[in-house]
Structure formats: structure tokens, C-alpha cells
């Protein structure tokens, strides 16, 4: 599965992970989840679970290949 959407914050985060040389050791589906976590962590409202990573992430729409 692929994420279509890929919103302005997220693009900041991905600078972030590059300049970081982060692509050098993880693979591309592995920093888009690095960057919904990091997406979900930091949003307003965040205690500690999964559940508000999950629910927090603002890109939720995923398309099939």
C-alpha cells in the first residue's frame, strides 16, 4: 500500500530524517511510518499510547497499488 497524501508538515519532518541521513540506513515505507509516528507524537493531546499515535496521525487516507 502507498500514502497518496503528503501533507506540509510531513515534508518538514522528511527534510529533518534526510539532512539526519536517515535514507541511508531505513527503507522508504519504514521512514513514512517514522514520519506518522513523529506526525503522531508531537500532535496536541498526546499521552503516551499507540491508540493516540493512530488516532492523531493527520494523514489517514492510504489507496491501493
Same mark, same amino acid.
Given at each position: 500500500?502507498?500514502?497518496?497524501?503528503? =501533507?506540509? @508538515?510531513?515534508?518538514?519532518?522528511?527534510?529533518?530524517?534526510?539532512? !539526519?541521513? /536517515?535514507?541511508?540506513?531505513?527503507?522508504?515505507?519504514? =521512514?513514512? @511510518?517514522?514520519?506518522?509516528?513523529?506526525?503522531?507524537?508531537?500532535? !496536541?493531546? /498526546?499521552?503516551?499510547?499507540?491508540?493516540?499515535?493512530?488516532?492523531?496521525?493527520?494523514?489517514?487516507?492510504?489507496?491501493?497499488?
Amino acid at each position: 500500500m502507498s500514502r497518496n497524501v503528503r =501533507l506540509p @508538515h510531513h515534508e518538514t519532518i522528511n527534510q529533518y530524517l534526510q539532512r !539526519k541521513k /536517515f535514507n541511508l540506513y531505513y527503507s522508504k515505507p519504514a =521512514l513514512e @511510518h517514522m514520519i506518522h509516528f513523529i506526525d503522531g507524537v508531537t500532535q !496536541k493531546g /498526546f499521552s503516551g499510547t499507540l491508540t493516540d499515535i493512530h488516532g492523531s496521525s493527520h494523514d489517514c487516507t492510504i489507496a491501493p497499488l
